[in-house]
């Protein structure tokens, strides 16, 4: 069971082009696509007559043509035409979930009800659509728990052991950065600021410092998605907590969604500034921050595997695990809630 | 459980060389091959002294020798030669099965009891040694329980989605046309016509037809095979039920055994005859089915995996369900009373 | 579960270089790890904060430092660093196996108690420092229950059916030769004889026999490893039992250590006397014999598969068991007597 009446990210809107796509959201098969005509559309990945995923089919002006027998399903899950027979069943219909595009993002409602819909709009991710910054992203699959994801991104400290040829720095300079955690209802930030520190390889890659900086790390948990705000200035020349300092800014998105219990979608945007004097940093900043997450996932999936085999025996915690366990808690909430109303 | 008392189709005669096979038929993992003297034959795959899969071993004049010690059997089943040991005690043997070869197609009895016989001969392929046909086939493995298989040769209306490059043809033609079924016992007819109908790419390619075709397809289901005749006339020029029409003619066999509760073999032949003036088509026409037998099993298997992960769930029936709901109705019928028998 | 108390064998001196390995003996996920200061060590693969395997860590002078959040493990288990934390709990710590390295041989004592520590030293294996014998060798991972590779070992008359190739020579020689078992507590000695027979592939290459050989095997049966000694001399030309004979002389050593229940590591080594005039054969004794072990290996691995898809049903026994069977009686006496120390 995972959090419901959320907006979950479903795709990014470049991913859905002529072809459908099969993607399973937590725990449920669907087909998501986009229809000739350009909506947007999910649809429960299963012909109502003999069961071929409708991602085998073809998408058309009004909906997916299932590629076994030619039924075609508007968005709205309603079969709309079966060849060769007159009368359409009313049952002939699959399970539609509501799809929102915003800011190239598709998100989905996954609600406590089947046909719910959200009273509320999805999230905003400014940068996306800031001309301050460039972006680029990808989708990431986990053999691990979602929760694992969070864990990791809430945590900033492990960067010097997993990350040190792209973005880690000094390691022990990582373990022991003060570290302030809030928290608000379903929300929590975590902020790290390490001060005179050594620029990490891709930030000296991206930005012209002249020496030592001070680097700040905002993470912003939600309950689908978290917005990490990373950056440096010139050390001891800006406030770290100038909403307006200079230097070089990476806008973090990351949407993070269960596909099972065990498994999940990562869905990753790396926004950056770009000094003038170092133009088209953004891409190589993009990809040495996918290769990052790469390092991640080598790391979240060893750990998931050998939390299996070792019986999921939880282990001790230590300074570093404050905000993935307020997490955990807020998750586990929401949790139990959804299960009350689902019972 | 199957329908038990049947004979299935085991291999095809030039399957058995001078190599043993292993095969697993109706859940009994079997070792098929031909001795050196010419007798096909089908044991449990399992040498009685230390389990080696007996298809590991070597072909010899009188049977066949295991890999591991050395142990002889005889196609009966009997160990014949323990290397090394004079007594051979009486139960080292492996269970037999009664084996036929009619028409190139060796037929394996499974009855209900151990050792049981068959009263009746295996059916006969006439096509196979028919002088107007040639002929050629091969054997598909399918991840999809057998049945489905069966669905989809009773059922074809879905050539113009399935099979559009091929032997397709116009899709809303294919879905509209006047369908016949007719059943008799165990047994079960499906009878097809589309007049006037755009001759499909295959066609084409294998007579010279003059414009616009009257095709047929006569699809007679058994209980372990189906057979079945398609072919066209020059639209107008034939009555589609004169039994000695011309035009062009497939006869399909399509032996379909399971071999797991989950998972089957698909063993098939085409033979077709040949228009003087298109010498060599049949070996085309034979290419051309093996690739649409392979489009079936994509969809098939596809199917099948997604019923498993929806739970079985059944879906809803339309015009085209007849005759494989007929079918379905003769396998349960037939395997009722083998589980009585085997109770 | 399986005989503890005993030594096993881990790995190869060889094996543990720069990088930790992980390993699991006995069903205990493991790293293995030399620490730079030289020491050979084994602790439970798993770190005691978020259960990353250590054999994704680093060696240092001290210990093993994890790759997730740097924790550092002394040989003994203990946690001796929290970067960023002054204080250690004294529950950091991780499970430690007693480990002791012996002719080239890193052996692990696996205890019916947590920590226990052996009484005695581990075996010793005198052809991995005998100026007589030059030594190659290898590990197999089996995809089977380690007693299916003792019954093989113990059972030569194998050779002719599978490993003609090599050491084979004539099958049935081999089944019909005398066989002595010979029984001492918890070892066990089966001595054969194969008087006057033609020399095997392998032996003719690394010896210029001048015709037919008098053979011997002589293979010592140790809980946690057998040691077979085997080799020939011309025919009629010196006592198989004189301990001094001449000839070609193989000393093969063979630690099996259960990974799991149903899967195992196999530890080979072959040393080989090396004719005068024939230098460098042993090289060429060593590639045979890994040759002849991977046919074993499929052989096993096959009777594994087919035990499993039968069900497990025992098989008739043959002349040749009687040493496997003694064996398998030891191995349930001492796993039973674990098995009560461990309720």
Redesign the interface.
Known sequence: MFPLNQWYVAAFAWELQDKPIARTLLNR?LVLFRTRSGRAAALE?????????LS?GTIEQAGIR??????LFEPGGQCIE????EKI?S??RVAAFQVVERNQIVWIWMGEQADSEASVQPPEVAAHDDPRYEFGGGVFHYQAPYQLIH?NLL?L??L???HARTIGGN??L????PTRVEGDGDKLRVVRWLKASEPPATYSAAWPFKGLIDRWQEIDFHVTYLAIWTGAVDAATDALDNPDRGGFHMRGFHGITPETETTAHYFWTLASNTHPDRPGTSELVCRQTEATFEEDRL?IE??HR??C??GG?H??????DAGPNRARRIIDRLTSRSKEAAA
Chains 1, 2, 3 share one sequence.
């Open positions: 098969p990945d299963r012909c109502c007559h003999r069961s071929l995923p085998f299932c590629g076994y027998h030619g039924l079966i060849p060769g027979q069943p049952k002939a864990d945590d400290s492990h010097g052991y997993v390691p022990k990582h373990m022991s950065a790391i060893a750990q050998n939390m085999r070792f025996t282990g001790i915690d230590i300074h570093v």
